[in-house]
């Protein structure tokens, strides 16, 4: 069980940080200083408004193993679960530091939490000892 929120914690918005990198990239990166500090600000942000829908995640992905449902549909629903979760995460984000311009895109930047809750519970079932959980 700790397996599981460690891996939806930590591993959650690593992905997140990941998918938005490259399906945002606008071109090849010239990393210099003024982006590479941008591409870390963003991490830490992703890493700190992650923990709380990750938690949560994880703990709705228990409660899947526990009423037995198969891996497949664990990564699913989880991946359906994940798009609320990275909504509401981004739009209390967006309010806390007064960026209220920026609330409309919520929707789009939403669809970058579902790759991570896929890929976490996927991964979580993957590494229970000797069975599909």
């Known amino acids: 069980m700790l397996k599981r929120f460690a891996t939806f914690m930590l591993l959650g918005p690593l992905l997140a940080w990941l998918s938005t990198s490259i399906l945002l990239l606008p071109g090849p990166i010239h990393p210099d200083g003024a982006e590479m500090a941008f591409y870390v600000v963003v991490l830490l942000f992703i890493a700190v408004f992650g923990l709380i829908p990750g938690a949560?995640?994880?703990?709705?992905?228990?409660?899947?193993?526990?009423?037995?449902?198969?891996?497949?549909?664990?990564?699913?629903?989880?991946?359906?679960?994940?798009?609320?979760?990275?909504?509401?995460?981004?739009?209390?984000?967006?309010?806390?530091?007064?960026?209220?311009?920026?609330?409309?895109?919520?929707?789009?930047?939403?669809?970058?939490?579902?790759?991570?809750?896929?890929?976490?519970?996927?991964?979580?079932?993957?590494?229970?000892?000797?069975?599909?959980?």
């Open 56 to 133: 949560v995640l994880a703990g709705v992905d228990q409660v899947m193993v526990k009423l037995g449902w198969p891996r497949v549909w664990r990564a699913a629903a989880c991946a359906v679960l994940a798009y609320p979760l990275a909504a509401l995460a981004i739009w209390a984000a967006l309010r806390s530091i007064g960026l209220h311009s920026y609330t409309n895109e919520v929707p789009v930047n939403a669809l970058f939490g579902v790759i991570p809750g896929a890929v976490c519970s996927w991964l979580a079932g993957r590494w229970e000892k000797g069975k599909d959980a």
